[in-house]
């Protein structure tokens, strides 16, 4: 059964680090790419970037200065990092598989 | 970027009538390979986006044949034959042709 959790701090200060974590089961992260996608309050879905299969990486050219996406491949697990969070990344962000397989999403607070 | 516009921002309809929603996007979505990757995902509230339907007509196995989906290079659309109580939310059409992916803004169905 494909399964993917993101988990991370609910609360994060502006300017500051935002790191998620997106653990899946049910498939290995060596045959499936993951991506990450977010959604701003009442708002739509922005596709943020993946990590490929074989490791590389794509970005949203209009976060690529701030995101960086990477895996632990022997704990199933992918990683997202962005740096100099402001207001507007407050939202729900979503690790899933291939948009295919989406996990249950982590919200996000930038705020002081 | 491909810009995904869709039609109409919201609609309402009782259980049993027909529902089509239209995708239009600013590049064609044929690609190189002969494929056109245009997708349709549902979004129930308070929950993660589900798939629905992928290179423009093809259903997932978990979906309701009350689905289709037809069109080619820029312009697309979502049908349901017979709207259920369990199809409202809001649906997102998104191209894997071109990056960075991109969504529609998608469309709110309501029952009456």
């Known amino acids: ?112 | 970027d491909v810009v995904m516009t869709q039609t109409p921002v919201s609609l309402s309809l009782a259980i049993g009538q027909p529902a089509s929603i239209s995708c239009k996007s600013s590049q064609s979505l044929l690609g190189t390979s002969g494929k056109t990757f245009l997708n349709w995902i549902l979004q129930r509230p308070g929950q993660s986006p589900k798939r629905l339907i992928y290179q423009v007509s093809k259903l997932y196995s978990e979906v309701p044949d009350r689905f289709s989906g037809s069109g080619s290079e820029t312009e697309f659309t979502l049908k349901i034959s017979r709207v259920e109580a369990e199809d409202l939310g809001v649906y997102y059409c998104w191209q894997g042709t071109h990056f960075p992916l991109t969504f529609g803004s998608g469309t709110k169905l309501e029952i009456k």
């Open chain 1, 1 to 112: 059964q494909v399964q993917l959790k993101e988990s991370g701090p609910g609360l994060v200060q502006p300017s500051q680090t935002l790191s998620l974590t997106c653990t899946v089961s049910g498939f290995s992260l060596t045959s499936y790419n993951v991506h990450w996608v977010r959604q701003p309050p009442g708002k739509g879905l922005e596709w943020m970037g993946v990590i490929w299969s074989g490791g590389n990486t794509d970005y949203n050219s209009a976060l690529k200065p701030r995101l960086s996406i990477s895996r632990d491949t022997s704990k199933s697990q992918v990683f997202l990092t962005m740096n100099s969070l402001q207001t507007e990344d407050t939202g729900i962000y979503y690790c899933n598989r291939n948009l295919n397989y989406w996990g249950q999403g982590v919200m996000v607070t930038v705020s002081s």
